[in-house]
């Protein structure tokens, strides 16, 4: 059978151990070919090839569920739930989706994007069976570091105490979270324990002490005790610590032997209540540049597959947003150790992988664990530190009450780093940042601030980490800058809450925030070509917001325009439009921005043309809400 046929994934029952070697040998040609094409996460998926197999050979995917974590990990999930044909669209427009997503396959039991989710969602789902008297079997399978999220502990807490509820949890164990121990001797203790001689010797144990007089019952709890003693004697140092919190442990087992998974994974069905199964896997499996770069190949641009090496760009590329943000802060810290970097578990994403490599000493990695590392930098801030916290702006969402408790009622100096704010492409909706301008806005003691270009990203930096008064927020968008000239050191804090003019007109007055500083130039040049002169302001604050310097000239111009790549709903067109209802400056005003819609996966352009924040469309739909009585149209 070839991968190509397989559009269920119950057409791998009965199939032999080398057939599905076949399949999983196609599985990881097809997803190395497409990412090497397109670009997209490539070690995950690699690593667990058999262990898909492996499990849904085991499984009736009629109803039986699965629930992944990280859903980059799904790949070959994907390819073998009907979605072969189409897997080279991977993550672009109108294509598949880079996750999973509920509305893709019926397949896809729950969405994921973010981490440390699954298990949560999988007792949810185990307890509405069990209420519904339902029997299918429900499995959630975490990894690639999503244990170190909280929420998955909190699951494992809650899962452990319902010794009636069936539920099995696979750990993807690729070095990338824990590495215990792993060989044959604990694959063979791990045998013994749960052996049928194991397991008669512990319960005959039992009956012999409870029948001798006056003996037997005042012992059962003292028995109880050594029977587990017994059994974990076999059990690893991970499975002794899961089997205490109420689980059934199994393993390590290799996760690319499928013999060995699939008689594990026959082996858990048949034990009642939580059980968790240690797969251990290797990350980029089958392709050898990636098992040797783990951290490098987690995802990867189109590049070739003989080399490793990403193809190069047909022209020169202005330096990332991550980049300037990384080697700016990296320079403030060399001269300052009471700066402290703090990620969780993106380091390279955010670049304070360059902070770790030069003054790991002032480096902090907490894991996918987002709470903890805003309330840690709140307790770094109480001790005079000044803590960076830079997470991308959609996971920073999971730790919003701690933003709120932790750090804005104590008004705290801790500095927020949001990368990938705004439109973020590929991604799709679990990854658009999109909402902290609106969610941070609303904060007391809270600093909002965002750059227009890469330079004045260097300088928000300084005045971020020299901004003692309390918390304070910068976003910057995902991408390449625009080139302008940057500057190695002498870089100055920028004034709170003041904004600069960059161009005069008496015809409207555009205000652009961070990344829609420069479209809002396009639309003047644009506009000019039709008789309109606008002023432009770089707004640079959300909060505070330059009154004294927009006031005074939406009153005199009389037609206002907000630029944000942000939802609209809460957000900078808001925060201007309640700034001047509050001055009672009763003048037209014209939101431009993201509408109350998800926005799905799609290069950032052809997002953008969608939602109709290209240049030429912002342009076009200003002459239509205050020149229309101009009947010349705007050129695409």
Known sequence: MHLSEITHPNQLHGLSIRQLQQIARQIREKHLQTIAASGGHLGPGLGVVELTLALYQTLDLDRDKVIWDVGHQAYPHKLITGRYSEFHTLRQKDGVAGYLKRCESKFDHFGAGHASTSISAALGMALARDLKGDKFK??????????????????????????????????????????????????????????????????????????????????TPELHRLKGGMKRLAVSKVGAIIEELGFTYLGPVDGHN?????????????????????????????????????????????????????????????????????????????????????????????????????LPKQYIDVGIAEQHAVTLGAGLACEGMRPVVAIYSTFL???????????????????????????VGSDGPTHQGMYDIAYLRCLPNMVLMAPKDEAELQQMVVTGVNYTDGPIAMRYPRGNGYGVPLMEEGWESLPIGKGEILRHGDDLLLIGFGAMVHPAMQVAEILREHGIEATVINARFAKPLDTELILPLAQQIGRVVTLEEGCLMGGFGSAVAEALLDANVVVPVKRIGIPDTLVDHAEPNESKADLSLTSPQIAETVRQAFFSQQLSSVGS
Do not use: W
């Open 138 to 219: 429900v499995a959630a399978i975490i990894g690639d570091g999503a244990l170190t999220g909280g929420m998955a502990l909190e699951a494992i807490n809650h899962a452990g105490h319902l010794p009636k509820t069936n539920l099995l949890v696979i750990l993807n164990d690729n070095e990338m979270s824990i590495s215990p121990n792993v060989g044959a001797i604990s694959r063979y203790l791990n045998k013994m324990r749960l052996s049928a001689p194991v397991q008669f010797l512990a319960d005959n144990l039992e009956e012999q002490v409870k029948h001798i007089p006056f003996v037997g019952e005042s012992l």
């Open 397 to 423: 969402q999971r730790a919003y009450d701690q933003i709120v408790h932790d750090v804005c009622i104590q008004n705290l100096p801790v500095f927020f780093c949001m990368d990938r704010a705004g439109i």
């Open 258 to 358: 499928l013999a060995e998974l699939i008689a594990t994974f026959e082996q858990a069905h048949h034990i009642q209540g939580p059980v968790l199964v240690h797969v251990a896997t290797v990350k980029g499996k089958g392709y050898e540049i990636a098992e040797k770069d783990q951290v490098g190949y987690h995802a990867q641009s189109p590049f070739d597959l003989t080399t490793g090496k990403a193809i190069p760009s047909s022209k020169p590329k202005p330096p990332g947003y991550s980049k300037v943000f990384a080697h700016t802060l990296v320079k403030l810290a060399e001269n300052n150790p009471k700066i402290i970097g703090i990620t969780a578990a993106m380091a390279t994403g955010t670049g304070l992988d360059k902070l770790a490599s030069k």
